[in-house]
């Protein structure tokens, strides 16, 4: 278990805090911790419009320079979307990685964070989750669906086709990527983690990864001897490793849920001493 330290900070919103640490970690009139939501309407309001574009791209070209992976129309309105985003996940992942270890804070401050302040952070994932509930929904809405239709009504050429560029080479790998960075920064920065690896946390940052070798299995089987699109066959049996792998995220809910507790305590305890 991880150290308190019962120390308050004293900082009222408003009080010598930034705007960014006002949007992020916002406090109430007597200093209680609340939820960002400001913070995630805000991101929530960029990042669907950016989805529904992104959609909307697959809807205007697919048809027209996206049915064959030959033709040089689909090199370049096709092509060019997978090789940049490859790119910008690895410098997104290596960069994030790279910032959040070199800049860890030792042990022992990572250990002495008010509770206050760790309450707050608790507060920030909470209403993560409850962002990610309208998001997630929106990408399997918008694509794991197109993508099954797409394979019903085309014929399938090679593993590059519009649907598979921006699913499975577009928002699950950034997907995953965010997951990543959100594991290592509460490894690195949350005193109920730092020291320790949270199992189920683990497991849910590895579901996407783990159906990469599937998704080859799968094209593979597609392209040689099965062409039947059903989602109960064979070849589709491995991509239940990351619909099993994010029932992880009750056992992380349970570890923030059991802390919070403890931090609640401590926060009440400070008021009362304040």
Request: charged share 15%; net charge negative.
């Amino acid at each position: 278990m991880a150290v308190i330290a019962n120390k308050p900070t004293g900082m009222l919103d408003g009080q010598d805090r930034s705007f960014g640490k006002r949007l992020v970690f916002p406090y109430s009139s007597d200093g209680t911790p609340r939820a960002p939501i400001k913070l995630y309407l805000i991101i929530i309001a960029i990042v669907v419009p950016l989805l529904g574009m992104y959609r909307w791209y697959m809807e205007a070209t697919a048809f027209t320079v996206g049915l064959d992976y030959f033709e040089p129309e689909f090199q370049i309105y096709w092509m060019s979307w997978f090789y940049g985003q490859l790119v910008f996940f690895a410098l997104l992942g290596v960069g994030s990685v790279s910032w959040l270890w070199f800049t860890r804070p030792s042990k022992e401050e990572v250990l002495a964070m008010p509770a206050k302040d760790e309450l707050g952070v608790y507060m920030l994932v909470f209403t993560g989750f409850g962002m990610l509930s309208i998001l997630v929904p929106c990408v399997l809405g918008l694509w794991v669906e197109a993508d099954a239709a797409w394979h019903q009504v085309t014929v399938r050429d090679t593993d590059f086709t519009p649907t598979h560029i921006q699913l499975f080479y577009g928002v699950l790998p950034l997907g995953a990527v965010g997951i990543i960075i959100g594991l290592l920064w509460l490894h690195t920065r949350m005193p109920n983690y730092v020291g320790r690896v949270s199992v189920p946390l683990v497991i849910l940052a590895s579901a996407p990864l783990l159906i990469m070798p599937n998704l080859g299995y799968n094209e593979w089987g597609h392209t040689f001897f099965y062409a039947e699109e059903l989602f109960a066959a064979p070849v589709h049996w491995g991509f239940v490793v990351l619909g099993w792998g994010l029932f992880a995220i009750t056992g992380f809910l349970i570890e923030c849920i059991n802390r919070v507790l403890i931090l609640t305590k401590v926060t009440k305890e400070e008021k009362v001493l304040a």
